[in-house]
């Protein structure tokens, strides 16, 4: 049990927002080539539509449209607790790969929504949506392992709040 809650409060100290120079200080250097932004933005979009078809086949349409809006993300939030409550799924591998996933459909619903783009840097956990006019740069993988790991209070729509009212300043 004490791995688990060093764990836990490594998940907690995970950073959801950062500005300029400090998730370059944290991650590394964002990757700079076209190519390998453009095979980036590919590989986002596949785990997108994964993570779709997976909920789709877990639930009815009914349950949850998946359509990018701020709705969605609060039934993304009501599936999490509707599914696995309290505790996150026990297989480390298969937790990092929903976080994965249904942190990219996050980040797609951000930049859908607000604007920004994907930013990769070390790796996948670590990729961010950035916003070039506040250079804010936000990290759905990092919010979706807190969710699974933290419970409630680290809600998804909250979290989609914030970063509007941060964009915003409302």
């Given amino acids: 049990m004490t791995d688990q809650k060093i764990d836990d409060a490594a998940i907690a100290r995970l950073p959801e927002i950062l500005f300029e120079g400090e998730a370059d200080a944290l991650y590394g250097p964002v990757a700079k080539g076209d190519v390998e932004n453009l095979s980036f933005d590919r590989e986002m979009a596949e785990l997108v539509d994964k993570?779709?078809?997976?909920v789709s086949a877990m639930f009815d349409e009914e349950v949850v449209d998946l359509d990018f809006s701020q709705e969605s993300l609060e039934d993304l939030d009501r599936l999490v607790t509707q599914v696995w409550g309290r505790t996150p799924p026990e297989e480390q591998d298969v937790l990092d790969a929903i976080s994965t996933n249904w942190g990219a459909y996050l980040g797609a619903a951000l930049i859908h929504?607000?604007?920004?783009?994907?930013q990769f840097r070390t790796d996948l956990d670590h990729a961010c949506v950035f916003f070039p006019r506040t250079g804010m740069a936000v990290f759905p993988m990092h919010k979706l392992r807190k969710r699974f790991r933290l419970g409630e209070n680290e809600s998804i729509h909250d979290f989609y709040e914030a970063i509007i009212e941060e964009l915003t300043g409302s």
């Fill in 51 to 54: 993570m779709i078809m997976e």
């Fill in 113 to 118: 929504n607000v604007g920004g783009h994907w």
